[in-house]
């Protein structure tokens, strides 16, 4: 397609299971970045990946959270050991390039994560 | 470091009235400030952006905003309000890279008919 697919839509765990976000993003955008989205907040910046490595994840909250893109395209967001506090969205945007500010982050609908 | 903060979290007009959503930044930079919205169901999208040209900036839908240094403001304007213009709003900062780009917490903005 010709936006940034993000899949589950929707997904809902239990505490404690592993889980996979996953981020396709617009075709030829080289930079990929995550974000986290809970109820009544604004995005909140996990990681950004520029191709195939992450160049900033300086928002991840702790070593549960993990994200690889490893054919600079598509990109897995991975949670271990859920917790209740994880549940929020889970938004994934993509840009031309991130070495130039545009603005233009192209945002995908979100995942929306439920732990139980 | 950068940072916005929204001032309301609600914002109610009525159809025809104008729109304003206040945004402040802070940065440690000649920031660049934008605002996105994000109306249900859909993914955030970009309205409008500062990128240190004119200090006024026009978006899409009638929208505006005000680069104004010496405030450290960006507020988001619209002379009259529109039914379909009902989202929740987020001010944004970066420094010299779209990585650095921060958002606030978002201004839910309803429209009476």
């Known amino acids: 397609g010709a936006g940034v697919s993000q899949t589950p839509s929707n997904k809902v765990t239990e505490k404690g299971k592993y889980v996979e976000l996953r981020c396709d993003p617009i075709?030829?955008?080289?930079?990929l970045y995550w974000y986290r989205q809970s109820l009544g907040q604004g995005p909140e910046f996990l990681i950004y990946?520029?191709?195939?490595?992450?160049?900033?994840d300086s928002g991840l909250p702790n070593d549960r959270f993990f994200a690889v893109r490893p054919e600079g395209s598509v990109s897995t967001l991975k949670i271990q050991r859920t917790e209740r506090g994880d549940s929020a969205m889970y938004l994934c945007?993509?840009?031309?390039?991130?070495?130039?500010?545009?603005?233009?982050?192209?945002f995908g609908e979100g995942s929306r994560l439920t732990v139980l | 470091a950068q940072s916005v903060t929204q001032l309301g979290s609600h914002v109610s007009v009525s159809e025809g009235a104008l729109v304003l959503l206040r945004c402040n930044y802070s940065?440690?930079?000649?920031?660049?400030l934008f605002w996105y919205v994000q109306y249900p169901n859909q993914g955030l999208q970009l309205l409008l952006k500062?990128?240190?040209?004119?200090?006024l900036v026009k978006g899409i839908n009638g929208f505006e905003a005000e680069f104004k240094k010496s405030e450290t403001s960006f507020h988001l304007t619209k002379p009259s309000a529109h039914m379909s213009d009902a989202a929740e709003y987020f001010c944004?900062?970066?420094?010299?890279?779209?990585?650095?780009?921060?958002f606030g917490a978002g201004t839910r903005l309803t429209v009476k008919p």
């Open positions: 945007a993509s840009s031309f390039q991130a070495g130039v500010t545009t603005g233009e982050l192209f």
């Open positions: 075709s030829g955008h080289t930079a």
């Open positions: 990946f520029q191709g195939t490595g992450a160049a900033d």
């Open positions: 940065s440690s930079v000649p920031p660049y």
């Open positions: 500062y990128t240190s040209a004119a200090t």
């Open positions: 944004a900062v970066s420094g010299s890279n779209n990585n650095d780009m921060r």
